[in-house]
C-alpha cells in the first residue's frame, strides 16, 4: 500500500487492481459493476463480476426514492451475497456509479464494501482479464434492515435548514451548472430543472477534481485536503451535505470526504438539482 | 410489439433493420445484438482520414467523442465512415455500424430521410443519461451532411429542444 493511500482516513475501504485480481475465486467476495451505460457490462467485464443497473436494481420503479428492504433483499439473493460477503463496486466514469451503488448499500448497513481504486478505466488500461460470462450465482437468504435515511441522506427540508443556518454544503456539478448557465453537464440533454443555479451558499467542487483523469484513481489525502479543506474552507467538524443533479455525482464526493478525508457528518441529498431547480418557493443563488 | 411504422418512409435496409429490433423484448437480446454491432464496427479508412481527426467531422454533444464522414461517389451514391475515440463507446460504435450497413451506398436523398427517433426504436432502455443525446446527433450529423450533399444547409437542431 502507497503512503499516500495510507494517510486516508479508511484506507482499507479503496482495493487495488492488483489485489482484486487475486481475488477472483474467493467466495467471500462479490464483484459489482455499476455504469452509467447499461452496454458496457455486456461488452466484457471483470471475471465473475454481477451487473447491478443503477435504475433497474436500485431505484424503486414507480416513486422517486430507493428501494426498500425487500428489494434490497431480493437483489443480495440474486448476486448471491449475504451479510458477511465483502462487496467490491466497481464502474465507468471514474466509479461515479460505483459509488453511487456503494452509498445505496450503506443505507442498508452492508458495511462490508469496498472500492476498486480507477474503476473499469483502470483495470482495462493495465490490460486485465475481461469476460463476456454472465456468471451464475446461487441465491442467499439475505436479512436487511430497514433502510436508514437518517444518518448519510438528506431531504429537501433537512438542506433548506442548512441554507438557513449556513451550515456546510458542497454542489458537485460543473462550474456552468452552478452559475445556472447549464442545467446539466456539457454534452447532456439541457434540461431537468427550470431554474439553474445553486443552493445559496453552496460551494463549487466539481465531484471529477477527486480524482486523477488518467486512470480514475483518487487523489492522494493531500490532494483532496487542498482540494476541499484548504480552498474551499470546508470544516471536517462540522455537517456537510453534498449535492448535484439526481445524487450521482454526489456520491463520490459524499465517499471521498467520508472514507479518504474522514468527515464524520456527510449526507447526499439525493433529490439535489431535479429538484431543488423544480421546487417552488426554495432560494436560488447565480 | 410496438408499432415500427416510421414518420417517413426509411430506406428498406434501415426498416428492416426497425423491424427486426422491434421483436426484441428481452433487454438482453437487444443488448447482445447491440454489442455485436459494436464489435464490427470499422474505423474510417485512412485514404478517407487520418488521425488527428479534423475538429469539424466531431459530432456535437457526443461523449463518446464520434466523428463522421461523408464520402460522395461518381455515381452520385454517397459513403459512411465514422471514428469513436472514447474506448468505452460501445453504443456509438454500435450506431455508426448500424447507419454504415444501413444507409451508406444510398443517395444522399435517401440517406437524408434518417431521424433521431430511430435511437430510441433500436437502443430502447439501453440508452442512458448522457448517451442518448450523443446517439441522436450522431444520426443528426448524418443527415447534415446528406442535406448538404444535396446543397441543403440545415442549422444543426438539438433533437430535445423545446419548440418556440
Keep these: ?286 | 410489439m410496438s408499432d415500427t411504422r416510421s414518420p417517413v418512409a426509411y430506406p428498406e435496409p434501415l426498416q428492416d433493420l426497425l423491424d427486426t429490433f422491434a421483436t426484441f423484448d428481452d433487454p438482453s437480446e437487444r443488448a447482445q445484438v447491440l454489442i455485436s454491432y459494436s464489435d464490427s464496427f470499422k474505423e474510417v479508412p485512412p485514404e478517407v482520414a487520418r488521425r488527428p481527426f479534423p475538429k469539424d467531422h466531431l459530432v456535437p454533444a457526443c461523449e463518446s467523442e464520434a466523428y463522421v464522414w461523408a464520402v460522395l461517389r461518381p455515381d452520385g451514391k454517397m459513403d459512411l465512415h465514422f471514428a469513436v475515440e472514447n474506448p468505452s463507446g460501445i453504443s456509438a460504435r454500435a450506431m455508426a455500424t448500424m447507419l454504415t450497413k444501413t444507409l451508406s451506398g444510398l443517395t444522399p436523398a435517401e440517406i437524408a430521410t434518417v431521424s433521431p427517433e430511430i435511437v430510441e426504436r433500436l437502443f430502447r432502455q439501453n440508452i442512458s443519461m448522457g448517451k442518448g443525446m450523443g446517439l441522436m446527433s450522431m444520426v443528426g450529423a448524418v443527415r447534415t451532411l446528406a442535406l448538404r450533399a444535396q446543397g441543403i444547409e440545415q442549422k444543426p437542431v438539438n433533437p430535445l429542444a423545446c419548440p418556440e
Design chain 1, 1 to 286: 500500500m502507497s503512503t499516500a493511500a495510507s494517510a486516508y482516513a479508511k484506507p482499507d475501504v479503496l482495493v487495488s487492481t492488483e489485489w482484486l485480481a487475486g481475488q477472483l475465486n474467493n467466495p467471500k467476495i462479490r464483484v459489482i459493476e455499476s455504469n452509467e451505460d447499461t452496454l458496457l457490462y455486456a461488452s466484457g467485464h471483470i471475471p465473475g463480476a454481477a451487473h447491478v443497473d443503477w435504475t433497474a436494481d436500485l431505484n424503486d420503479q414507480v416513486r422517486r426514492d430507493y428501494i426498500t428492504r425487500e428489494g434490497f433483499e431480493a437483489l443480495m439473493s440474486r448476486i448471491g451475497a449475504t451479510p458477511d460477503t465483502t462487496i467490491v463496486f466497481y464502474g465507468d466514469k471514474n466509479n461515479w456509479w460505483a459509488t453511487y451503488a456503494f452509498w445505496v448499500f450503506q443505507l442498508f448497513g452492508h458495511t462490508n464494501a469496498k472500492i476498486l481504486n480507477g474503476g473499469r478505466l483502470k483495470w482495462e488500461k493495465e490490460g486485465r482479464e475481461m469476460s463476456r460470462e454472465t456468471p451464475t450465482f446461487t441465491p442467499t437468504q439475505y436479512k436487511a434492515p430497514e433502510r436508514n435515511d437518517k444518518t448519510i441522506r438528506a431531504f429537501r427540508d433537512e438542506v433548506l435548514k442548512v441554507v438557513q443556518e449556513k451550515g456546510q454544503l458542497v454542489d458537485v456539478r460543473s462550474p456552468d451548472e452552478y452559475s445556472g448557465k447549464r442545467l446539466h453537464m456539457p454534452d447532456y440533454p439541457n434540461e431537468g430543472a427550470l431554474r439553474g443555479g445553486h443552493i445559496p451558499g453552496a460551494k463549487s467542487v466539481p465531484w471529477a477534481k477527486a480524482v486523477n483523469p488518467e486512470d480514475g484513481t483518487f487523489k492522494s489525502v493531500d490532494e483532496l485536503k487542498k482540494l476541499y479543506i484548504e480552498e474551499q474552507g470546508l470544516d471536517p467538524s462540522k455537517p456537510v451535505t453534498a449535492y448535484c443533479r439526481i445524487g450521482e455525482r454526489s456520491s463520490h464526493t459524499w465517499f471521498a470526504l467520508t472514507y479518504l478525508l474522514g468527515f464524520p457528518n456527510v449526507r447526499n441529498y439525493d433529490g439535489s438539482w431535479t429538484e431543488w431547480g423544480n421546487s417552488v418557493g426554495l432560494p436560488i443563488e447565480k
